[in-house]
């Protein structure tokens, strides 16, 4: 079965980095474009990042400002967020997800980060 | 940005009665094949969103026919036609169609 399992979540500075992973298993992870979105404490659903399924093509939410950078071993199943610079409004839960062309099929469980001094 | 606007973003609701949820959104989410690109998720409290309707009205796997999506367009709803007590939580759209991908500011369904 299909199961994406994030990690590498945690309490991090203001201002340091942080690199996310996902773990692909049960389906042929090459063949899927990957998203990352991200859900800050009692608020919505925010997407942050795509990367194709070769990794040729990423996409990033504007708000972002150029900090994060996603990408993909798709030798190793995974696919990893690299967040840089982080403030107090990058703290959320974040999820890795499997795209099919018009959805966003499997989520992961997600991996809490929290920014804070 | 495509901005989707739900509502109503509480709704309580009586199990076994209907209930429906609306998503309009700011720019039509026609493709060029004519398919709606709006989707449906269920984040059920303390789980991830799960995907319940692709496509504008199309059922994903196991999603119970008592659930439908319809519209066209900029004018998205999602309904339940008998509702039961594990429908609640918090159901955003999505759509896929335009980066940046955009959600709905989620509808909170809960039993009265």
């Known amino acids: 079965q299909v199961q994406l399992v994030e990690s590498g979540g945690g309490v991090v500075q203001p201002g340091r980095s942080l690199r996310l992973s996902c773990a692909a298993s049960?389906?042929?992870?090459?063949?899927?474009?990957m998203h990352w979105v991200r859900q800050a404490p009692g608020n919505g659903l925010e997407w942050v990042a795509a990367i194709s399924f070769d990794g040729s093509d990423r996409y990033y939410a504007d708000s972002l400002k150029g900090r994060f950078i996603v990408s993909r071993d798709n030798f190793k199943n995974t696919l990893f967020l690299q967040m840089n610079s982080l403030g107090a409004e990058d703290t959320s839960r974040y999820y890795c997800a499997r795209e099919t062309g018009s959805s966003l099929d499997y989520w992961g469980q997600g991996t809490l980060v929290t920014v804070s001094s | 940005d495509i901005v989707l606007t739900q509502s109503p973003l509480s709704l309580p609701v009586t199990p076994g009665e209907p209930a429906s949820i609306s998503c309009r959104s700011s720019?039509?989410?026609?493709?060029?094949?004519?398919?709606?690109?709006l989707a449906w998720y269920l984040q059920k409290p303390g789980q991830s969103p799960q995907l319940l309707i692709y496509l504008g009205s199309n059922r994903a796997s196991g999603v119970p026919d008592r659930i439908s999506g319809s519209g066209s367009g900029t004018d998205f709803t999602l309904r339940i036609s008998r509702v039961e007590a594990d429908d609640v939580g918090v159901y955003y759209c999505?759509?896929?169609?335009?980066?940046?991908?955009?959600f709905g500011q989620g509808t909170k369904v809960e039993i009265k």
């Open positions: 999505m759509q896929p169609l335009h980066t940046p991908w955009t």
């Open positions: 049960g389906f042929t992870f090459r063949s899927f474009a």
């Open positions: 720019q039509s989410l026609l493709n060029s094949n004519a398919d709606n690109c």
